[in-house]
Nanobody, 123 residues
Framework: QVPLVESGGGLVQAGGSLRLSCAGSERTFSAYAMGWFRQAPGKERQFVAAIRPSGAGTTLADSVKGRFTISRDNAKNTLFLQMNSLKPEDTAVYYC????????????????WGRGTQVTVSS
C-alpha cells in the first residue's frame, strides 16, 4: 500500500493558478513514478502529467503543456502540480497516483491512488 493524500484544490477564476500537493508514505514514495490524472463529470479519467521516481524526467498531456508543471520532493514525500493560466475546461477532480512504470499515460499502470481534490475554474 502507498497511501496518497491530495490537497490544494479549490475554486479559482480563469487565468488564475493553483498548486496541488500529494503526500505519500515515507517508506516507498521515492521508489515510484508518480502521476496526476483528472476526471470531469461524465467523462473518463484523463492523464495530466507524470514524473520519474528521481524527478529527473517529466511527461505532460498536450492540453496542459506550457501551463502545468509536475515536480516532486522525495525528501518530503510530496508530489506537486503547479497549474497556471487555468481554463474552465480544467475543472475536474484531480488524482495523484503511483506507478512502477515511466512514462505511463494509462491509468491501468498506476497501482495506488489518492481520493482526489476538486478543482473548479470559473469563467
Amino acid at each position: 500500500q502507498v497511501p496518497l493524500v491530495e490537497s490544494g484544490g479549490g475554486l479559482v477564476q480563469a487565468g488564475g493558478s493553483l498548486r496541488l500537493s500529494c503526500a505519500g508514505s515515507e517508506r516507498t514514495f521515492s521508489a515510484y513514478a508518480m502521476g496526476w490524472f483528472r476526471q470531469a463529470p461524465g467523462k473518463e479519467r484523463q492523464f495530466v502529467a507524470a514524473i520519474r521516481p528521481s524527478g529527473a524526467g517529466t511527461t505532460l498531456a498536450d492540453s496542459v503543456k506550457g501551463r502545468f508543471t509536475i515536480s516532486r520532493d522525495n525528501a518530503k514525500n510530496t508530489l506537486f502540480l503547479q497549474m497556471n493560466s487555468l481554463k474552465p475546461e480544467d475543472t475536474a477532480v484531480y488524482y495523484c497516483a503511483a506507478s512502477g512504470y515511466y512514462p505511463s499515460r494509462s491509468s491501468n499502470e498506476y497501482a495506488y491512488w489518492g481520493r482526489g481534490t476538486q478543482v473548479t475554474v470559473s469563467s
